[in-house]
């Protein structure tokens, strides 16, 4: 399972580290997925949404080679992953860290333990010392205090369990970052700071996000681009704005609908906060908490 023998791969260059092909993904008789297409933009963060059900999972899970498609292709670095051999997809699973719906921790080992699982299974010759520096910082980069390193899945609140899972994702210091429902069960200031975090990192690491999520904060906050899947494929990808003017039902009943107009107005009365120095602004923010509901905030 090593590959510390091997050079040391370039970052990707190209513009779309993930194509996916005509993707088919049937489970007997049920079809998910039928000839769905997408294409992953390097340096983006791209939302992915859909109603419960609809394969954003299953999507994922293909495209980290956990899923063997029923059909189609998809290339992660120009490299397919459905055609390859497992050696060869060994070469391209260190360039990407996945943070799974829960965290998805191993209960019996520390923060740090965690964190050092992938570091131990594709560079097993590095020294102890190093492994556990290494680990130390991610856990520090995912927002954690110093201290979580030791402490155990079971003593850490929801949000930072999330957290510690992120610093495992970003143990190989991958290109690209799967994250499924990170703000779920979070409460809305910790959803919100795990957003800002999210976006920091994409900037400061030159990330590649691919980020399934039912929050429409987030939707709005952070990503770049937006794909929707419904009727078994990518309906639309675009950025939200784009997307609100789609006469899609799902589109505009998930955007358009009374969650949709309130994630966009928090968005604005945020745009607006940030410019509070200025005393017209700080009024249209007034005037814009105390619009009763139901009322358009426009
Ligand atoms: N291993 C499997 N075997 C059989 N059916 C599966 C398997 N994995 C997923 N499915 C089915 O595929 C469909 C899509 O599942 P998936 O988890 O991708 O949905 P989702 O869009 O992520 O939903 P949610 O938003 O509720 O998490 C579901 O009907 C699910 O039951």
Redesign the pocket.
Known sequence: MARSSKPKHERYRGDFPIVVDGLV?R??T?T?HENLDLKVRRGEILGVV??????????M?SIIGL?PPSGGNIDVFDQSITEAEPDEVLGVRDRWGVLF?GGALFSTLTVGENVEVPLKQFYPDISDDLRHEIARYKVMLSGLPEEAVSKYPSELSGGMKKRAGLARALALDPELLFLD?PTAGLDPIGASAFDRLTKELKETLGLTVFL?T?DLDTLHEICDRVAV?ADKKVIAVDTVPNLMELDHPWIQEYFNGPRGRAALTAQALDELRRHMDRPVAAHAVKALDKTPPGKDKA
């Open positions: 993904n489970f007997g049920q998910v859909g109603g419960s059900g609809t394969g954003k999972s299953v999507l899970r899923q719906q429902e399934i039912h899947l």
